[in-house]
C-alpha cells in the first residue's frame, strides 16, 4: 500500500514519541501492518536490535507497539553525544564514524541516501509506516541538508501533522509561528495539527483551535489531554529521568553526565518496594540507600572524572563501609575497577585512570563494539535473564573469576570476595521479572509483584486507547493513504 504518515513537533519533549507509540499500537489494533520510522535520533539510549545493530530505544518501544521485533532501518541515523560538541554517528545500526557538531553539517546531506533506502524497505512492507521527526521544522536554521523533519518529508513526499505542547506554554504561538516562518513548499506538506499534554477539559480550547485553523489553514486532527500514565513508560531522554516511588528499599543512581542506555532503571521504578533516587550533580549519596546503581555512560573516562568532581566516589566509599550493596553496569562496570586503559584515545586523549579499585578488574577501551542480544541466568539466584550488550572495551581480572552471571554457558560479570560489590556488562536485566524479584529480595524487600512487561502493554494499550478518544485516527489513516 506504500501509506505514511509524519508526526512533527513545534520543539523537542512536545510528545512525539509517545504519540507515535500510541498512534502505533491503536493504528496495528485496526488490524494494519504498521512500523515505525524516524530518519534521525539523537540518544544515548540504544537499543539493540534483532538484525544485529542499533536504534534509538523510542522506536524500539514504538515496534512494540506495533507487535514487531526493533529494525536498524527504523532509525537509520542515531547520534550518539560523547561531549558538548560531538556524537558518534551510528548509521543503518552501525557505527560509521565520530564527528564535532560543526562538522556534522557537512556530513548530514550525505545520510539521506541511508535514511531513504531504509523508509523504502520498511514502506514496501507495511500497510503504513508511521514517522517520527526530531525537535522542531521551525529550526530554519537548520534546514539546507535537513534528513530529520522536512528535508526528510519533502524527499519521501511523506504529508505532516504538526503537534503542539500546550502544557509549556503559547500553542497558539507555537503553531502559527511554526507556519509563518516555513517556506511555501514545507507549509504545502503539513496537511494538519494536533494539540497535545492538555490539562483539563479539552473543549474550553475550542476558541485556540478557530485561531489556529484560521491563521493557517490547516485541519485539526484533535486535542489530547495530558496522559498520566507516561511516565509508566521507558524513558528516551535523561532529562525524563526522575526518581520515584516510596517503598523501603531505596536504590540511589547517580546521574552521570554522559549516562547511557538508562533503561535499566524502568522497571525499578515502578517496583512498589523500591524508591528510586536519581542524584543530580552535587547532591550527596544517601547514607540509607541500600544498593547504589553506577549506569552506562557514553564516556566512561569522562564520567568518571565527572563522578569525582561530585565527591561520588568518596560518597560510595562510606556506603560500601556501611555494608551497602553496589552494582555496576557496563560503563559504571568499568569505574569500579583498579584502572581504564585508552591506548588507542578511543575517548579523547590516549591515556590510562586509576578507576574507583572497588572490584580487581581492569578494562581495555578498543574501537570494535559489541552489540549482542543475550540469555543466561543470575548464578546466585539460579534465575532465567535475558537483555543486551552494547560496549566497548573489555574487563578482566581476579574478580571475573567470581562471575555474577552465565551467558550461553560462559561467565560473566564480576564480583567480589563478599558479593557487596559486583558489575557486568549486561544492560536490561531488570525486565526479566524473576530475577528482578530474587535480587530485590536479597536487599530485602518483600516478595515483588510485578509483570513488568505485562505492565508496559498495559499502558500501551490505554494510550492507544486514549488517543482514540481525542484524536481523530480515521483521518489520519485517510492522509497517510492519500499523501502529498
Known amino acids: ?223 489530547a489531554p495530558w496522559f498520566a500514565q507516561a511516565n509508566r513508560l521507558p524513558a528516551e531522554d535523561a532529562l525524563d529521568i526522575s526518581g520515584a516511588g516510596n517503598g523501603p528499599i531505596k536504590i540511589a543512581v547517580p546521574m552521570l553526565s554522559r549516562i547511557a542506555n538508562f533503561d535499566d532503571l524502568d522497571p525499578l521504578k515502578l517496583e512498589p518496594s523500591v524508591t528510586l533516587v536519581m542524584l543530580k550533580p552535587g547532591e550527596p549519596l544517601p547514607g540509607d540507600a541500600a544498593l547504589v546503581i553506577l549506569p552506562g555512560t557514553k564516556s566512561t573516562i569522562g564520567d568518571l572524572n565527572f563522578l569525582r568532581q561530585q565527591g561520588w566516589d568518596i560518597d560510595l566509599r562510606a556506603h560500601v563501609r556501611r555494608g551497602g550493596r553496589v552494582l555496576g553496569i557496563c560503563g559504571g562496570y568499568q569505574m569500579l575497577g583498579q584502572s581504564i586503559d585508552d591506548p588507542e584515545g578511543i575517548e579523547g586523549p590516549a591515556q590510562r585512570v586509576d578507576g574507583l579499585d572497588l572490584l580487581d578488574v581492569h578494562t581495555i577501551m578498543s574501537p570494535e563494539k559489541h552489540l549482542a542480544e543475550v540469555s543466561g541466568k543470575h548464578l546466585s539466584s539460579d534465575t532465567p535473564i535475558s537483555g543486551y550488550e552494547i560496549h566497548i572495551g573489555q574487563t578482566s581480572g581476579a574478580d571475573c573469576e567470581r562471575p555474577w552471571l552465565d551467558i550461553s554457558g560462559q561467565n560473566a560479570g564480576a564480583s567480589n570476595p563478599s558479593g557487596q560489590i559486583s558489575g557486568c556488562y549486561i544492560h536490561g536485566l531488570f525486565t526479566n521479572d524473576t530475577f528482578r524479584a530474587a535480587f530485590l529480595k536479597s536487599l530485602g524487600a518483600p516478595t515483588a509483584t510485578l509483570a513488568y512487561s505485562a505492565e508496559v502493554e498495559r499502558v500501551l494499550d490505554d494510550l492507544a486507547d486514549h488517543l482514540e478518544q481525542h484524536l481523530d485516527i480515521d483521518a489520519m489513516i485517510d492522509l497517510a493513504r492519500a499523501g502529498v
Request: some cysteine; glycine content about 12%.
Open 1 to 223: 500500500m506504500r501509506s505514511s504518515l509524519m508526526i512533527q513537533g513545534t520543539g523537542s519533549n512536545v510528545g512525539k514519541s509517545m504519540l507515535v507509540a500510541g498512534l502505533c499500537r491503536a493504528m496495528t489494533r485496526r488490524g494494519l501492518r504498521v512500523l515505525p520510522f524516524k530518519p534521525q535520533n539523537m540518544s544515548n539510549n540504544a537499543a539493540v536490535t534483532s538484525d544485529g545493530g542499533e536504534i534509538g530505544r523510542a522506536q524500539a518501544l514504538q515496534a512494540l507497539a506495533c507487535g514487531v521485533e526493533p529494525l536498524v532501518d527504523m532509525n537509520p541515523v542515531l547520534l550518539k553525544p560523547e561531549t558538548e560538541v560531538g556524537s558518534q554517528v551510528i548509521v543503518q545500526g552501525k557505527r560509521l564514524t565520530t564527528v564535532a557538531a560543526r562538522d556534522y553539517a557537512k556530513l548530514k546531506p550525505t545520510l539521506m541516501t541511508s535514511v531513504l533506502e531504509s523508509f523504502n524497505r520498511l514502506r514496501d512492507k507495511a500497510d503504513i509506516v508511521l514517522v517520527e521527526g526530531a525537535g522542531s521544522p521551525a529550526e530554519i536554521n537548520l534546514r539546507l541538508g535537513d534528513i530529520a523533519n522536512m528535508g526528510f518529508a519533502e524527499a519521501a513526499r511523506v504529508p505532516v501533522i504538526l503537534a503542539g505542547d500546550i502544557d509549556r506554554g503559547g500553542v497558539i504561538a507555537q503553531l502559527v509561528g511554526s507556519h509563518a516562518v516555513l517556506s511555501n513548499g514545507d507549509r504545502a506538506l503539513i496537511k494538519g495539527f494536533l494539540v497535545n499534554k492538555f490539562r483539563g477539559d479539552p473543549t474550553l480550547f475550542d476558541e485556540g483551535v478557530t485561531e489556529i485553523e484560521t491563521r493557517t489553514g490547516w485541519n485539526n486532527f484533535g486535542v
